[in-house]
């Protein structure tokens, strides 16, 4: 059963000088949809391209099910691979692209026939069966190109940026199709994207990279809900930035000074000792906020410098009192809305809050994407 | 005041229109008078005078059809010649290609430059060197003590004379390579990727998906070689003995003053080139939704044809790599080897017999006197080289602005090719009667009389590789910007446009240089008493000095290697 293992894999490309996948070791379980997220030039194709074969590592291994692959040919692996652009043979309609595994693997015409069939009925294409792959929009491109890849036989599909060359709509239909069909046919997936919103709706699991190296592997949930690390806090949703030092430490609790002395309530996750510097991370979305003072717990006053509407939520751009700037979103069809210029009051409850340690190299370096 | 403004751009308007329509008509009228004019006479001429070559020809008082079945002698050995050559050049040139365009490895570049040196070497000093190299002493044949093969040494099948078939090879093999070369870098990695997680190996990959999809480059590069073998004439007099192909006979029958029957004959090779370009190139359009036929037939015996590839793509593919590299090492390098060590071996006494007679230096500068001559024949060679790029870059560059602009660019662009690929001695020939005593009488033959007939190919030679250059670069995208942010269309061809342009104009203009300057076929047609180095050198052949023809060959190679060094260092850039 194909599950996936990476063991301390290396990747350089320009004669060493630039490390692409650094001493990656994942574990990709049988049956687990799976994906690799990133910022551009993380590591994350390559990654997925090593697994595939399309590139060797220079050192680590690879194994599919029990099998070490990490030199052989990609035809010898017995995988199924979806390209961003499509990769449909041109010299070729969509039969015979559907049915090429079948046929350089040597199947029984009988057996090919089927498949092709199969194939091509379970992506809702069998009637442009004759059409050369030119004739057809992208989102067809790609249920063709998914079949073919399907058609192989392989229980193992990679993806990547499978979804990154389709108009909006079409991609958010297609990633649930992908996700019924990995789930009906009981396949390992892993998918490759940039995307962190289509990773989480489809995912088992994540894994989140940046400059060669998985900073961490989790559940949609996890990933949420307890970042390990400041980027990842930033690259699964989004979040507000505090800088502070920690005046107080109880079993769960550290009490941060803020800039401009505000004092505030936050889980203590990786301040360990008093007078630490630290970085409060909080969710645009944790916030409540009121044009009243509530006398609750960390209460800050500021002054709404920007609205934006944007559908679903209201984005609000507040300065505080202390002169740091905070987002807020809420849902545009609950509760009250603020204009530019009011003053309010914005609080949040303590166990919605990260607390890390401050990055040696500074905040704006550590949340960079490339 | 808005008045005014109003009539100063009326006329600034008008004045843009009026300088445009003249600019377009001084372009039009040039690459009419100096290349299709040329290019096309020949078939004017003998249409014209239809009467004079059929009874020449055809129903002569004397020896009745002889010259026709002479004609067809010639033409299908010359065929026959270029087919087999051609497909040679697929046999080594494919994988020499994809070996290219897929791998990095040490000493790539010295093995493009050595591509691109079999197509700026001046043919005739080429045909020495294979000649020596095969047939001499001091060739291949040291350690025998005589030539390997005899001159006249026929290759038995494809029924064809080896060392022509040698140097047909060597001199357009490159084509087919650098075609296909470039076609494959510029084919999507990711359908043989597909391919390869679909279970195929390599080599299935290949005939599968990556030669479906280069054989409209093939074509185009099979076609240029053919042209290239069909018309060439320096390298093939040189190793000829006793055969004779088609340009060959244009060339003796016009020294013969048989004008009708040369011409007949070169109208045939005109009519021919232009069938096969014009026939290529439609088919090139029509393959671009080229699909792969489907075959059952084939799907029985599938299973063996993939067991078999799977093997081949496995520990046995270093071979067609070695094997083409040899190839390439054997027929181009070796020459050029052999002919440089042996004007050292020939330097003062012939090595064969030991006389002082058979020498480099008795040749060059004893009774014979062969470096005076020479001399003059460089002189004429540069001058001729020269004047000919240039007309021919100051007709070039602006057409390439005419074909890429306008719509009825690209039927011009294919006219233009034409010259490229005619054999150059019926070029030589349409030049000589048109321009020359028996036509319209402008020059004689001698050094204008070759500059007329070098600017008709050196025109397409600049063309191509600006238009390449302006296809790569969306230079009309940049000239657009250039508009927005206020300049005017001619400043932002002079700040834009040419600027980017230069690398292509410059790897024209050197190309047309070195092909000019090793141009035999058409020049020994119209060069009368102003002799150049190449048709020389087939006259040092002709009269048996070798050890002076050695010393012109090796002179000839060692400046096209300068020449070929400008143009790697212009191209890398």
């Known amino acids: 059963m194909p599950d996936v293992k990476l063991v301390k894999a290396r990747k350089t490309f320009d004669k060493g000088r630039i490390v692409a996948v650094d001493q990656v070791s994942l574990h990709v379980r049988d049956k687990e949809y799976f994906s690799l997220v990133g910022p551009s030039g993380c590591g994350k194709t390559t990654t997925l391209r090593m697994i595939a074969g399309l590139v060797e590592p220079d050192e680590g291994e690879i194994f599919i099910g029990d099998k070490l692959v990490t030199s052989l040919p990609p035809e010898d692996r017995d995988i199924g691979y979806v390209f961003q652009q499509y990769a449909l043979f041109p010299n070729m309609d969509v039969w015979d692209n559907v049915t090429y595994g079948p046929t350089v693997k040597a199947w029984t015409e009988k057996k090919r026939e089927r498949i092709g069939r199969e194939m091509l009925e379970m992506v809702k294409l069998y009637d442009r069966a004759d059409a050369i792959p030119d004739e057809l929009s992208g989102g067809m491109m790609q249920r063709v190109a998914l079949s073919r890849a399907l058609a192989a036989g392989s229980k193992l599909l990679l993806l990547d940026e499978p979804l990154g060359a389709l108009d909006a709509k079409i991609r958010n239909e297609l990633r649930y199709e992908i996700r019924k069909l990995v789930n009906d046919l009981e396949l390992t997936a892993i998918h490759v994207t940039h995307d962190q919103a289509e990773a989480m709706a489809v995912s088992d699991r994540i894994a989140i990279m940046k400059k060669g190296r998985i900073l961490q592997v989790g559940t949609p949930y996890e990933l949420y809900m307890k970042p390990q690390e400041i980027f990842v806090a930033n690259f699964i949703g989004e979040s507000n930035f505090l800088e502070g030092r920690v005046v107080r430490l109880t079993d769960d609790i550290a009490t941060i000074r803020l800039r401009g002395d505000l004092k505030v309530r936050a889980r203590r996750n990786e301040a360990s000792k008093r007078n630490e510097r630290v970085v409060l991370a909080i969710r645009p979305e944790a916030f409540e906020i009121s044009k009243r003072q509530r006398k609750s717990v960390n209460e800050l006053k500021g002054v709404v410098e920007k609205v934006r509407f944007e559908g679903t939520d209201i984005r609000y751009e507040l300065r505080l009192a202390n002169d740091d700037s905070v987002i807020v979103v809420r849902p545009s069809l609950g509760g009250e809305w603020f204009k530019h210029n009011d003053k309010i009051t914005i609080s949040f409850s303590p166990d919605k809050t990260h607390t890390f340690l401050y990055p040696p190299q500074g905040l704006l370096t550590e949340l960079e994407l490339e | ?573």
């Open chain 2, 1 to 573: 005041m808005a008045h005014g403004a109003y009539l100063h751009d009326l006329r600034f308007w008008k004045n843009r229109r009026f300088i445009t329509s003249t600019f377009i008509f001084a372009v039009v009228a040039s690459l009419c008078v100096f290349v299709l004019l040329p290019t096309f006479y020949l078939i004017s001429f003998t249409l014209t005078r239809w009467t004079e070559v059929y009874a020449d020809v055809f129903a002569n008082p004397l020896i009745g059809d002889e010259n026709w079945m002479q004609i067809l002698r010639y033409l299908s050995f010359s065929l026959r010649l270029s087919i087999v050559a051609v497909a040679l050049d697929f046999l080594f040139g494919i994988p020499l290609a994809y070996f290219l365009a897929r791998k990095q490895f040490l000493g790539k570049s010295l093995l493009e430059d050595i591509i691109t040196l079999s197509l700026v070497i001046p043919t005739s000093g080429f045909g020495v060197a294979t000649l020596l190299t095969w047939t001499g002493v001091s060739g291949l044949g040291v350690l025998l003590g005589r030539g390997v093969v005899e001159a006249s040494y026929v290759v038995p099948i494809v029924n064809v004379p080896f060392l022509m078939l040698l140097v047909h090879v060597a001199l357009t093999f490159p084509y087919v390579v650098r075609t296909l070369q470039g076609k494959l870098e510029n084919l999507e990695p990711i359908f043989a990727q597909a391919s390869r997680t679909l279970g195929a190996s390599a080599f299935t990959t290949f005939r599968k998906i990556i030669f479906p999809l280069s054989i409209p480059a093939l074509f185009s590069g099979g076609v240029l070689a053919f042209a290239r073998s069909l018309g060439e004439t320096g390298a093939t007099m040189v190793v000829a003995s006793i055969h004779t192909t088609a340009p060959m006979a244009i060339v003796r029958w016009v020294s013969e003053f048989k004008l009708a029957t040369a011409s007949f004959l070169g109208f045939l090779l005109i009519i021919f080139a232009t069938i096969a370009i014009l026939l290529v190139d439609v088919f090139v359009q029509r393959i671009g939704a080229f699909k792969t036929p489907k075959s059952n037939t084939l799907a029985r015996i599938g299973h063996q044809v993939l067991r078999t590839e799977k093997v081949l793509s496995g520990k046995l593919r270093w071979l067609k790599d070695i094997a083409s590299l040899a190839a390439v090492l054997t027929i181009v390098i070796l020459p050029i080897i052999v002919v440089l060590t042996s004007v050292g071996a020939y330097w003062s006494l012939d090595p064969d017999t030991g006389k002082y007679q058979g020498s480099v230096l008795y040749q060059l500068f004893g009774p014979p006197n062969y470096f005076s001559s020479l001399m003059s024949a460089t002189l004429t060679s540069v001058l001729v080289a020269v004047i000919s790029t240039y007309i021919a870059a100051c007709i070039a560059i602006p057409s390439v602005y005419l074909i890429k602009r306008y719509r009825a660019g690209g039927t011009l662009r294919h006219l233009l090719r034409i010259p490229l690929i005619v054999p150059s001695s019926a070029l030589g020939l349409s030049v000589l009667l048109l321009w020359g005593p028996s036509g319209l009488n402008l020059a004689t033959p001698g050094i204008w009389l070759i500059v007329l007939t070098h600017i008709v190919f050196s025109v397409p030679v600049v063309m191509e590789p600006t238009i390449a250059v302006y296809e790569g670069s969306g230079i009309s995208m940049y000239e657009g910007v250039a508009r927005t942010l206020g300049a005017t269309p001619y400043d932002a061809v002079e700040t834009i446009s040419i600027p980017m342009l230069k690398r292509g104009i410059l790897a024209g203009v050197i190309l047309s240089f070195t092909r000019s300057l090793g141009e035999t076929g058409a020049t020994f047609l119209v060069m009368g008493s102003d002799v150049t180095v190449p048709p020389l050198v087939v006259n040092m052949v002709e009269s048996l000095a070798i050890p002076a023809a050695l010393f012109a060959s090796a002179y000839l190679i060692a400046l096209s290697l300068i020449l070929l060094l400008l143009f790697r260092i212009v191209v890398r850039k």
